[in-house]
């Protein structure tokens, strides 16, 4: 199958590499970028002591761009949205890393039911809010400290035309500003008409115009493993 990979160019590798293992061909076309802003998440970390919690793998990128500055936080507690997050804290040598399955929301269950009241929050810009919310409900305090911002790639049907090179039989989408952004560009176009839409959760989906629902399938957990099982 070819598979249109809509990840940040360093993540789409990732991904395309997977899609390779797998037999499918990958087509890779980012409609966001990450920008990192380093030294704001090491201040961070230096200034508060509470435990760490990441909802993307882009706020590890960030921080492991000044190594010799995390290495003294390496025994902090970590608490990441997906086991992909997780696993890379854990590279960059994180030792204490616990992971949700599911969503921002249900993270701050977990903190909660682990009894932890204060956490420092490296974000992303922009972002679902769904952990801030449920935090708060629970009176858990987060202090949250943006770390990556996404830019948004100018893309068109043109750069879609040439990047597809054809039909596609799938797209990847892993967020709801991804989906947004994706079908503001590709809505109608021809290299889409026949693909499945490849969502990573159901608010992915939501994002998803109606004329492509009857073709949306979504992964029955948020993890690349259970998106690309989809294929």
């Not at 590798?13 to 030294?39: C, M, Y």
């Amino acid at each position: 199958m070819r598979v249109l990979v809509t990840r940040p160019s360093d993540s789409a590798k990732r991904t395309a590499q997977k899609l390779i293992g797998l037999g499918h061909e990958p087509v890779v076309f980012p409609v966001t970028e990450p920008f990192s802003d380093p030294e704001a998440a090491i201040n961070a970390l230096e200034d508060n002591p509470s435990p760490l919690v990441i909802t993307s793998a882009q706020a590890v990128r960030a921080l492991a761009k000044l190594p010799d500055k995390i290495a003294p936080h390496y025994g902090r507690p970590v608490f990441a949205v997906g086991e992909a997050t997780a696993e890379a804290a854990r590279k960059a040598g994180f030792i204490h890393v616990d992971a949700s399955h599911g969503s921002g929301a249900e993270l701050a269950e977990m903190l909660n039911a682990q009894g932890v009241h204060d956490v420092l929050y490296l974000a992303g810009q922009p972002r679902a809010g769904t952990l801030e919310a449920r935090a708060t409900e629970l009176g858990i305090k987060v202090n949250v400290v943006e770390s990556y911002a996404m830019r948004v790639v100018a893309q068109n049907k043109d750069s879609l035309r040439r990047a597809a090179g054809g039909r596609l039989d799938a797209v990847l989408l892993y967020s709801a500003h991804t989906a947004q952004l994706f079908f503001a560009v590709a809505d109608g176009a021809e290299e889409i008409a026949k693909a499945n839409v490849l969502c990573l959760s159901a608010a992915v989906a939501s994002k998803v115009p109606p004329s492509y629902q009857p073709v949306v399938k979504i992964a029955q957990t948020p993890d690349e493993g259970t998106l690309l099982s989809l294929l």
